[in-house]
């Protein structure tokens, strides 16, 4: 490889962003949300509407009337992205990118095996740590595992396989994520022992999405965002104390949650909403058990505020079984009851 060569790569390297557009809608750049989401199909109290809002992230799914409101109790973990480009008989025909560089770890050729239909996972390593993009619903897959891609290569056409779309909400849904264990496999297997894995430890479960909205905008604003910083900067919403343990992936995969890096019997782990750790304070004795320290009283239910991870009254807030099963995928030991349904994130 020659000199020249290796300086034409650093230079691309410095002249790409964070993270870019996975396609070419780029709408949200121009105050258009509603031309950038694909919306849903809602049918909300005999009401039959179609929002935009419900193809963005965030708790934009299932309303329910709570306390004299109606509040959203369903975490969509990406983003559903419109297409620009259909054929004559209303195929889409938009090219789906890399959002940026990194090495594709998991490819789904396979539309029924999961509820993202065909997806690919391609992994990136910012500040030392890998993070994880994840592209579904796609029509036509033109990349392989192992392969290295420069932001903007091609991964794949947009499509509409996977769980309840049609031909005419076809669209890119886009996930930035964190990876919660690399035992995930031991966990599914104890979790879902009737429903075999698939996708190993890049199974949807186990990525774990954060605001792509918030991040593409920012990104656009100043390339060169620390994406440490922009997830330091998410919002507490609950901390759990658990013990200690070398199962605890999160902490070694990202060590910024730990900034003295200390080795403790017991950390303070705080969470956003949607249960994406945003730090770790170490603790002078373990509890022995995970433990709730705080959550944060919202407009609704603790369940409806944190995805059914915490739940109870008001003033006696609990970590609810599907908390529990959280915090044992996060700490790599096997957990408890399995919960109800099939193994599904979308």
């Not at 008989?89 to 090219?95: F, M, T, Y």
């Not at 992936?249 to 200390?262: C, D, I, K, Q, T």
């Not at 008001?314 to 044992?328: H, M, Q, V, Y």
Request: glycine residues 10%; aromatic residues 10%; hydrophobic residues 40%.
């Amino acid at each position: 490889m020659t000199l020249p060569f290796l300086l034409a790569v650093a230079l691309l390297a410095d002249g790409e962003t964070l993270i870019d557009f996975p396609t070419e809608n780029r709408s949200l750049l121009e105050g258009k949300p509603e031309s950038f989401f694909m919306y849903v199909n809602r049918d909300f109290e005999g009401q039959l509407t179609q929002p935009w809002e419900g193809g963005g992230f965030g708790f934009v799914r299932g309303p329910k009337r709570e306390g004299g409101k109606i509040h959203f109790r369903t975490l969509h973990e990406g983003i559903d992205i419109r297409p620009v480009r259909r054929d004559a008989s209303g195929e889409p025909l938009d090219p789906v990118i890399a959002a940026a560089s990194g090495k594709v770890v998991h490819v789904n050729p396979l539309p029924g095996a999961s509820n993202y239909g065909r997806y690919v996972v391609v992994e990136h390593i910012w500040n030392k740590s890998a993070y994880y993009t994840l592209y579904a619903h796609l029509g036509a897959i033109d990349v392989k595992t192992g392969q290295r891609l420069r932001q903007g290569e091609r991964i794949a056409r947009m499509g509409y396989t996977g769980a309840g779309i049609d031909r005419e909400r076809a669209h890119l849904h886009f996930e930035v994520c964190v990876m919660l264990n690399d035992r995930y496999e031991d966990w599914h297997a104890a979790v879902f022992p009737d429903q075999p894995n698939k996708h190993g430890i890049y199974n949807g479960l186990n990525l774990l999405g954060f605001d792509p909205t918030r991040l593409l905008l920012e990104a656009a604003a100043n390339p060169k965002i620390d994406i440490t910083e922009y997830l330091r900067a998410g919002e507490p919403w609950f901390r759990i104390a658990v013990p200690a343990s070398e199962g605890l992936f999160v902490l070694r995969a990202y060590p910024w949650l730990n900034e003295n890096g200390s080795n403790p019997p017991g950390w303070a782990i705080s969470f956003s909403r949607h249960g994406v750790p945003l730090a770790a304070e170490p603790l002078v004795q373990s509890p022995g058990e995970p433990t709730l320290l705080w959550v944060k009283n919202g407009d609704a239910s603790h369940a409806t505020m944190t995805r059914g991870l915490i739940e109870g009254e008001a003033e006696t807030p609990r970590i609810s079984d599907a908390g529990k099963r959280f915090l044992a995928l996060l700490a790599g030991v096997a957990p408890g009851s399995p919960p109800e349904g099939a193994a599904t994130k979308e």
